[in-house]
């Protein structure tokens, strides 16, 4: 859940803005229907829901490593995050000073699509992704629903009114492969929520069920 920051100084950063509500209100619902529930989570001003063992991480590249490294026994898998698509290729050790001018150019460079590493890592887990866009949202989350090899994209317009960052509502679209996809009327985040979950309960007939390993013991 919730946006990446990436440094460009010790002081400054590039993120988005994502609140994280969507992916918190997943974890509390799939917490409330029994679930054993790990968030993994960008910096947000949510408090961590009660009952989920929580992980919070800053860069894309600790989330990466907080998910990836978890796979192994998950069941589930929801990347609800914002993650940065991109991240200073050097980031300055020191604050850049104000008299030396403005930056005009940031070099930045590819992140790693967390996404895709699952999906190609994966071997029983169901895999839940997230599509926000802003323009053309059919065609978009049609490719994206491919491209990323999940079992589930719910795609949102995050510009649309009383919808997605920030918003306690969310108004979201769910593609499954060869399924017609479905559209939620605007509904709050906690229901839109409980929506996903009962669709991806419908999405996971058939597959194969968990061989896992076990999970490391949790930490009290
Ligand atoms: N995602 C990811 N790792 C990234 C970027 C995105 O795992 N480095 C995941 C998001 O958590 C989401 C899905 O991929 O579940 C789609 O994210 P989105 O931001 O909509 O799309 P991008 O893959 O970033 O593509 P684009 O920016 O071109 O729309």
């Given at each position: 859940?919730?946006?990446?920051?990436?440094?460009?100084?010790?002081?400054?950063?590039?993120?988005?803005?994502?609140?994280?509500?969507?992916?918190?209100?997943?974890?509390?619902?799939?917490?409330?229907?029994?679930?054993?529930?790990?968030?993994?989570s960008?910096?947000?001003?949510?408090?961590?829901?009660?009952?989920?063992?929580?992980?919070?991480?800053?860069?894309?590249?600790?989330?990466?490593?907080?998910?990836t490294?978890?796979?192994?026994?998950?069941?589930?898998?929801?990347?609800?995050?914002?993650?940065?698509d991109?991240?200073?290729?050097?980031?300055?050790p020191?604050?850049?000073?104000?008299?030396?001018?403005p930056?005009?150019?940031?070099?930045?460079?590819?992140?790693?699509?967390?996404?895709?590493?699952?999906?190609?890592?994966?071997t029983?887990?169901?895999?839940?992704?997230?599509?926000?866009?802003?323009?053309?949202?059919?065609?978009?989350?049609?490719?994206?629903?491919?491209?990323?090899?999940?079992?589930?994209?719910?795609?949102?317009?995050?510009?649309?009114?009383?919808?997605?960052?920030?918003?306690?509502?969310?108004?979201?679209?769910?593609?499954?492969?060869?399924?017609?996809?479905?559209?939620?009327?605007?509904?709050?985040?906690?229901?839109?929520?409980?929506?996903?979950?009962?669709?991806?309960?419908?999405?996971?007939?058939?597959?194969?069920?968990?061989?896992?390993?076990?999970?490391?013991?949790?930490?009290?």
């Open positions: 859940a919730g946006p990446t920051q990436e440094a460009i100084d010790p002081v400054r950063f590039i993120s988005n803005r994502s609140s994280g509500k969507m992916g918190y209100a997943l974890a509390e619902a799939a917490c409330a229907r029994g679930a054993e529930v790990v968030l993994v960008g910096p947000t001003a949510l408090p961590p829901p009660t009952g989920v063992e929580y992980c919070p991480v800053i860069t894309a590249e600790e989330m990466r490593k907080a998910m490294s978890r796979l192994a026994w998950s069941d589930t898998v929801i990347m609800a995050a914002a993650v940065a991109f991240r200073p290729a050097r980031p300055s020191q604050k850049l000073k104000k008299r030396r001018g930056v005009t150019a940031l070099d930045l460079e590819a992140t790693d699509d967390i996404l895709r590493e699952l999906n190609e890592r994966r029983h887990q169901l895999l839940v992704g997230f599509a926000a866009e802003t323009e053309d949202l059919l065609a978009h989350a049609r490719e994206k629903l491919h491209a990323k090899g999940v079992d589930l994209l719910i795609a949102n317009d995050v510009t649309a009114a009383g919808s997605g960052f920030g918003s306690d509502s969310n108004r979201v679209w769910l593609f499954a492969p060869e399924h017609a996809p479905v559209e939620l009327p605007l509904l709050p985040k906690r229901e839109v929520a409980e929506r996903i979950l009962d669709h991806m309960l419908t999405v996971q007939t058939g597959r194969q069920t968990s061989s896992r390993p076990s999970r490391p013991h949790r930490k009290e």
